[in-house]
């Protein structure tokens, strides 16, 4: 982990919480409702609540904790059900002044219950998280269709072009959809992969996908494909567990682009024309001298792996949070697709050249949001001012001023800027 691109994570000085012993799950059915602590992980929340044929909003991962609830959450069933943290009830959090308080949409901490969706780390420490129960069936209860689909470099194109027609113009709130652009280096040479991963929700074992709807992406040669009928514990586990490069340096970045552009397909044609630039900006240099943290592998002069995926935001998702009171993200009422750019470095690389840093900078700023839509902040790098985004940014400023006078929060803790 890192504190900043140069800056390794420390706490010396300072206090580390850590959840790891506080990793309950609970279902209640009279409330139908699941209780999680902060400890735990989606993967292992939805395997302790598979008998009782629900599950909940998380992660699309497996290893995902629940702080992505705080920045707002993507799932497979966001069309449906909205953000993760549109699914939220109630919530315990410790302010920064000490209190323990229970803050809900109906109590006297309905602000800050509000402020939670989507403040991140900025409102105090969450101890305790009451979600809406999500009944998609028990494992042998097949009422998804999807997978990953894994694609060659030749089908860039006619991929960014299905990925921007589906972002733009589809309104299925049982569809979802991720589309992944990657690059790996091996031997400083570059292999791209695409992958395109779909669930679609036919609430029984014998529903179908709607006609025409994939058929953009079933349609293309493809390297191999999981697509099939699953369980919602298969369509998590159909990107892997997420724990991936565990132990190395993890950087990110994101964007966002409207639905209703003059041009649907050029922000998305652009975003990758510039992603390829970026990956040979940042390929490592045989003959370049050691810096950041290289030790003489031209790899470690650059990245492993890096990556630009698109998510779809249906119409329905923003419907469903304005619906439950509000999120401080509070999108605009139509379509939009989400941007991330995420770049994993080499094994023992405790510090990013400057490169590295400098070309990861400059690509952000070539694909900057639409105007009015908001950044998703659990895929946000630090100097992004996600909060300036939201719809509700001047709403979370006040809240914030409510509950931390003092700015203890900014002057003691690493998070995101804007407040």
């Known amino acids: 982990m890192k504190l900043s691109d140069t800056q390794p994570l420390s706490v010396e000085g300072g206090i580390l919480i850590s959840f790891e012993h506080m990793a309950s799950v609970t279902y209640n059915e009279a409330r139908d409702t699941v209780t999680l602590q902060p400890g735990i992980r989606w993967g292992e929340a939805l395997t302790a609540l598979e008998p009782f044929g629900v599950g909940v909003l998380g992660g699309r991962l497996g290893h995902i904790g629940t702080g992505l609830l705080l920045g707002g959450g993507l799932s497979f069933l966001s069309g449906a059900h909205g953000f993760s943290v549109d699914s939220l009830v109630e919530v315990d959090v410790v302010l920064v002044n000490g209190d323990l308080v229970k803050a809900s949409a109906t109590n006297q901490y309905n602000d800050l219950f509000r402020a939670l969706k989507g403040g991140a780390n900025r409102f105090g420490i969450v101890t305790r998280y009451e979600v809406r129960a999500i009944h998609v069936g028990t494992s042998a209860d097949k009422n998804f269709i999807g997978g990953a689909i894994f694609y060659d470099n030749s089908t860039s194109e006619a991929l960014l072009k299905a990925t921007a027609k589906f972002i733009n113009n589809v309104n299925d709130p049982r569809a979802s959809l991720l589309s992944v652009f990657s690059i790996s280096f091996a031997n400083n040479t570059l292999f791209p992969v695409n992958i395109v991963t779909f669930v679609y929700n036919t609430t029984s074992p014998s529903g179908d996908l709607p006609p025409g709807l994939y058929d953009d992406f079933l349609n293309l040669p493809n390297l191999g494909s999981s697509v099939g009928r699953a369980s919602y514990l298969d369509v998590i586990n159909s990107l892997g567990t997420g724990t991936e490069g565990t132990g190395q340096g993890q950087l990110f970045g994101a964007s966002a682009f409207a639905s209703d ?45 890096g990556l630009i995926a698109f998510t779809s935001v249906q119409r329905s998702q923003v419907q469903i949070g304005r619906d439950r009171g509000g999120n401080v993200i509070d999108p605009p009422l139509k379509n939009y697709g989400l941007v991330q750019f995420h770049n994993q470095m080499p094994p023992n690389v405790d510090k990013v050249s400057r490169r590295v840093q400098n070309a990861r900078r400059e ?45 203890f929060n900014i002057r003691n803790t690493d998070g995101p800027i804007g407040l």
Request: proline fraction near 8%; charged fraction near 35%; charge should be negative.
């Open 363 to 407: 690509f952000l700023r070539q694909i900057p949001p639409s105007p009015g839509i908001p950044l998703y902040i659990n895929e946000c790098d630090k100097e992004q001012n996600v909060y300036a985004t939201y719809g509700r940014y001047e709403e979370l400023r006040r809240t914030y001023r409510k509950y931390d006078p003092t700015r």
């Open 261 to 305: 552009e003059v041009d649907g397909y050029a922000r998305y044609e652009d975003a990758y024309r510039k992603f390829g630039q970026y990956a040979e900006a940042v390929r490592g240099r045989p003959d370049a001298t050691p810096s950041g943290g290289s030790d003489g592998d031209s790899t470690k002069d650059g990245v492993e792996y």
